[in-house]
């Protein structure tokens, strides 16, 4: 499976997997499936309206019948803009085959890039070349791209079957011997941004990943915020990362107090000369 290497902006490297064009098909294929399902419950609906059983509607049935057979193409590129938006770039069919809509930088998608892609979708669809042309382009292009994706300048990511989780696990409680809650003043806070947060939670809930890979981008992650905040990180990395993005969250909502400041724990000062 081709890779993609993701450069974060604190110099991070993330390595994200393309989608290939047999899970993309078969993802359209679902959504497909959902969208027809729903356009033969309105038509029939419609159907039914114009009957003789209801005369009275018969010219609104006739009327939404008209709509309908002139709006199918409409309403798969609505489906593909509405759960492009509200799912960060992921239809049902997507979902279920764990693919997520990127940029091509392999960061999130705009809402620019996917109403774009989206609006661009039924020439990939219906043109046929014989193929239809989204299957060629994602066979010739080397990040299987369609031409909405060309146009938008995004790609399809293999995630992992399954949305990721919105937020890591909660933190369980560290033994006698483990690192507690990590030494930062509630101060450093204010260097903690929410692009900073983001990237914390996505290597926390990236279960997809090798152990040894999270534990390397933990790594380099604490070493980067180690040189940033002006602290040293001790203890397993991972968890020394879940500690830092709770510390993070604390000072989201505003709950960082003196019980969280002045602990024992995974970070500590450097050393003074």
């Known amino acids: 499976m081709t890779s ?6 604190e110099g991070i490297q993330l390595r994200r997997s393309l989608a290939g064009a047999g899970s993309r098909l078969a993802a359209g294929l679902l959504d497909g499936i959902l969208v027809a399902a729903g356009f033969l419950s309105l038509v029939l609906g419609a159907v039914l309206l114009a009957g003789d059983g209801f005369a009275i509607l ?3 049935g006739g009327f939404i019948l008209g709509l309908l057979a ?3 193409v409409g309403g798969l590129v609505l489906y593909q803009i509405v759960f492009g938006l509200i799912w960060d770039g992921q239809t049902p069919g997507k979902r279920l085959m764990g693919l997520c809509l990127a940029a091509a930088d392999g960061h999130p ?3 620019l890039q996917v109403v774009i892609r989206s609006l661009v979708w039924p020439v990939d669809a219906f043109f046929f070349v014989p193929a239809p042309l989204g299957v060629i382009l994602m066979a010739a292009t080397p990040r299987s791209q369609r031409l909405g994706d060309l146009a938008a300048g995004t790609l399809v990511l293999a995630e992992g079957r399954g949305a990721r989780p919105a937020e890591p ?11 507690g809650a990590l030494l930062l003043s509630p101060g450093l806070a204010a260097r903690l941004a929410g692009e900073d947060r983001a ?3 996505d290597i926390l809930v990236r279960r997809d990943l090798p152990s040894t890979e999270r534990v ?7 070493g ?8 040293e990180f001790g203890g397993e990395p991972l968890r020394a990362l879940a500690e830092l993005y709770s510390f993070a969250e604390d000072a989201r909502r505003g709950d960082i107090g003196a019980g969280r400041a002045g602990q024992s724990g995974g970070a500590s000062p450097p050393p003074r000369n």
């Open 4 to 9: 993609l290497i993701v450069e974060t902006a």
């Open 58 to 60: 018969n010219g609104i």
């Open 70 to 72: 002139g709006g199918l």
């Open 109 to 111: 998608a705009s809402a």
């Open 169 to 179: 696990p909660p933190l369980a409680p560290s033994g006698d011997d483990g690192p």
């Open 199 to 201: 990237l914390l939670r």
């Open 216 to 222: 390397g981008l933990a790594r380099a992650a604490l």
């Open 224 to 231: 980067h915020y180690g040189e940033r905040l002006g602290v």
